[in-house]
């Protein structure tokens, strides 16, 4: 899947097709011409994806970056299974992925806590849905996210960020081996959303999960990220992509003072203003 070099540094080879892992091992989720469109109320259909091929290496961790509106959420509702493409296909590990696959655990932007449900109801959902009861495995991923003290509390008794704790737990819960988050802390205040990024960087350090990150914060995507994908206006599709030649572990508060980050910042900005257009 990569190499790495003597500091550390992930190596990609540079003859692939933007959205393609690097050469070797088999893809883990790969994305095969994906089209969509949707109707439109007065008639027509609006085109939404065109053409999306991308594939990630077991444990990449992978962004996408696109203007608001070109389909970026879109795309990982179609790879879930919750909404059929036109064209194209989604596999894990070279199986058609079907809805509600266990393996695939989906993020969503907004807060998805059950409000009636403690943290640890909350977290035990998704093992109660296959009538497995395992109280030990959900009060041990609360502790693992931090927030094991708060396994009785209700949501409304938790700060945002610790939500935010709580539904990586139950993510985990489900067992997944991908992870499709949807701009999961942009709802955060700025000094929180930067111990989320700590977080999850620590947890796929642990786990060996595959990532892909959708954000329209470029430092974000830098910041977490061994490629960063460029979606075009919409019809969404990849422009261009971006391997991140920053070396791991990576401290996030420093990471804005390494050398490869402003110029790789300055860089997918420049190409992602030309997507931007008022409306
Ligand atoms: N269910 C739907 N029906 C019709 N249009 C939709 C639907 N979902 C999204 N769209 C439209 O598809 C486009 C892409 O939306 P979305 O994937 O949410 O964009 P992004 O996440 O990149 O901001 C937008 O123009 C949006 O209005
Ligand atoms: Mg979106």
């Known amino acids: 899947m990569e190499m790495r070099t ?17 050469m070797g091992a088999a893809p883990k989720l790969q994305v095969k011409g994906v089209s969509l469109s949707f109707p439109q109320a007065g008639g027509g259909r609006v085109e939404v994806l065109q053409g999306v091929d991308l594939s990630l290496g077991e444990g990449e961790f992978c962004s996408i970056v696109g203007p608001s509106g070109c389909g970026k959420s879109t795309l990982l509702s179609v790879i879930s299974g919750l909404i059929p493409p036109d064209a194209g296909s989604c596999e894990l590990d070279g199986k058609p992925i079907t ?41 041990s991923l609360l502790k693992k996210v931090g927030v094991g003290a708060f396994a009785q509390a209700y949501p409304w008794q938790l700060s945002g960020g610790m939500r935010k704790r709580v539904q990586l737990a139950r993510l985990l819960a489900q067992q997944p ?44 995507a ?23 030649p920053i070396e791991r572990p990576r401290a996030i508060e420093t990471i804005v003072q390494h050398p490869a980050y402003n110029s790789l910042f300055v860089q997918v900005w420049q190409s992602l203003r030309k997507e931007i257009t008022l409306e």
């Open 177 to 220: 081996k991908v992870l499709l988050m949807d701009e999961p802390f942009g709802a955060l205040d700025a000094q929180t959303r930067l111990l989320m990024q700590e977080e999850l960087l620590r947890l796929w350090d642990s786990t060996g999960l595959t990532v892909l990150f959708v954000t329209h914060d470029l430092s974000e």
């Open 222 to 244: 830098i910041a977490l990220s061994d490629r960063v994908m460029l979606f075009t206006n919409r019809p969404g599709s990849i422009k261009e992509e971006y391997p991140v």
């Open 6 to 22: 003597a500091e550390g540094l992930r190596v990609l080879d540079a003859e692939r097709a933007p959205g393609q892992q690097p």
């Open 99 to 139: 809805l509600g696959n266990p393996a695939v655990g989906y993020m969503f932007q907004s807060d998805t806590l059950l409000p009636w449900a403690t943290a640890l109801e909350n977290v035990r959902f998704p093992l109660d849905a296959v009538g497995r009861k395992d109280d030990g495995l959900c009060l």
